[in-house]
T-cell receptor, first 115, second 116 residues
């Protein structure tokens, strides 16, 4: 079974600064996907970024980028130029390849962006 | 493009009752997954439906059941409600080919269930 761990329950950052959220996972699989989802107070889970394990290049989406370290089983999210709208719960999630679409989520990190 | 929708938004039930939650998948998606998110925790996978059949299940008892309809919408049914069933129930849709996911899951806004 896979497990996903987010060791930072809460973090805060000043507007316009950079913050990094940590995620580690445990799996014996070689092919899988990793995701970061954002859940604002509106509750809707929104995809932030996705990484395929077979790709060595780290995924980027505008101000969001990841540091994927496969050997270390680490998948951190960097948010640059933080904005007030980035305030939300952030969840790291794992999905095995060729095993349906069951996502295994971490416990989440609550990020507060301060003006 | 229509996103994932869920109804109702909120629901209050008493212990022992039965509840049905509904989900309409995003246009073009044929797979629906359900997740339970307890307060302050990450979502947990309940089950997935593809081609109107259950296609994967998490560690939930049989009193959690579901349906998928020909238009790919879905229902989650929970019988004999317990206090611990109080949670946010999230539905997610995606596109699968021959049962394998080929795209990212997109989530609905959830249904907040309170069991008294």
């Amino acid at each position: 079974a896979q497990t996903v761990t987010q060791s930072q329950p809460e973090m805060s950052v000043q507007e316009a600064e950079t913050v990094t959220l940590s995620c580690t996972y445990d799996t014996s699989e070689n092919n899988y996907y990793l995701f970061w989802y954002k859940q604002p107070p509106s509750r809707q889970m929104i995809l932030v970024i996705r990484q395929e394990a077979y790709k060595q290049q780290n995924a980027t989406e505008n101000r969001f980028s990841v540091n994927f370290q496969k050997a270390a089983k680490s998948f951190s999210l960097k948010i640059s130029d933080s904005q007030l709208g980035d305030t939300a719960m952030y969840f790291c999630a794992f999905m095995k390849y060729n095993a349906g679409n069951m996502l295994t989520f971490g416990g989440g990190t609550r990020l507060m962006v301060k003006p | 493009e229509t996103g994932v929708t869920q109804s109702p938004t909120h629901l209050i039930k008493t212990r022992g009752q039965q509840v049905t939650l509904r989900c309409s998948s995003q246009s073009g998606h044929n797979t629906v997954s359900w997740y339970q998110q307890a307060l302050g925790q990450g979502p947990q996978f309940i089950f997935q439906y593809y081609r109107e059949e259950e296609n994967g299940r998490g560690n939930f008892p049989p009193r959690f059941s579901g349906l998928q309809f020909p238009n790919y919408s879905s229902e989650l049914n929970v019988n004999a409600l317990e206090l611990d069933d109080s949670a946010l129930y999230l539905c997610a849709s995606s596109k699968a080919i021959q049962g394998e996911v080929t795209d990212t899951q997109y989530f609905g806004p959830g249904t907040r269930l309170t069991v008294l």
